[in-house]
């Protein structure tokens, strides 16, 4: 295991701590699609009702990958070493589904498929300040919150080697330290270098609240497929999403059963 320590201080990661909780049993057959997600010990009162609600309301099972490292951001840049070569959902532990979606389609794909991230635009942001400074279109930024790609291509797992290698120029100190430290602009800087890869996915697929005030949208996609709580402080979050999901999940009969 190499533990990988930013210049700044202010995060550590390590390249490969990440491995499934508990060998499953795929309730699909060994080329279809599965979930996959990430939890660490500051998450993992999050990860019951997160696995719950996305295997109620995909029909698919799930691989949880356990990370001791605080943050475990970097463990998610190495799916590829950690996961079966099919096709795959992430998402991460603070996201919930709230309706029934078939995954299927999007996750058998050649694009690796993911939602814009609403606050690319806004220049105060992180990813808003790191799609400038790359050239990037901000309406190409991705949250990586959620995501579904097929690692059996070749082109999908070139993504992961790519993020990994950008990772370790950081650390080396060849290129500047980005604005936002964590898997999302690495991800991003790897799908940036295949013209055409990314599948934009809507909002009500990855919504987060934060988008309203730093992405500056207006109109809310109800009702909504996942719910975020990205930008929330990690003890709030279990809250945020219990309270956000009463007012923006689905009426009673569209919710997963």
Aim: aromatic share 8%; charged share 25%; proline share 8%.
């Amino acid at each position: 295991m190499r533990v990988l320590q930013h210049e700044r201080g202010a995060e550590t990661a390590a390249r490969m701590v990440a491995r499934p909780i508990r060998k499953l049993t795929p309730k699909v057959d060994s080329t279809g699609p599965i979930g996959v997600t990430l939890v660490s010990p500051r998450y993992l009162y999050l990860a019951q009702e997160a696995v719950s609600r996305f295997r109620k309301c995909t029909g698919l099972d799930v691989v949880i990958l356990w990370s001791e490292a605080e943050p475990a951001f970097a463990a998610k840049l190495n799916l590829d070493l950690l996961v079966a070569r099919r096709p795959m959902v992430f998402f991460d532990v603070d996201l919930w589904l709230l309706r029934p979606v078939d995954f299927g389609p999007l996750a058998k794909s050649d694009r690796w498929c993911a939602v814009p991230d609403p606050c690319a635009p806004n220049p105060e942001t992180f990813c808003g300040r790191d799609s400038i400074r790359e050239g990037w279109d901000p309406a190409t930024y991705f949250n990586s919150g959620l995501f579904a790609c097929d690692l059996s291509r070749a082109e999908i797992r070139q993504v992961f080697a790519d993020a990994r290698a950008q990772l370790d120029r950081v650390h080396a100190g060849t290129v500047p330290l980005p604005a936002d430290v964590t898997d999302q602009y690495y991800l991003n800087w790897a799908v940036q270098r295949q013209a055409g890869l990314l599948k934009p996915l809507g909002l009500e697929m990855n919504f987060f609240h934060v988008a309203i005030e730093h992405g500056g949208v207006r109109n809310i996609p109800v009702p909504l497929t996942g719910l975020h709580a990205a930008g929330v402080p990690a003890e709030l979050k279990l809250q945020a999403l219990r309270e956000q999901a009463k007012v923006l999940g689905p009426a009673e009969r569209g919710r997963c059963s």
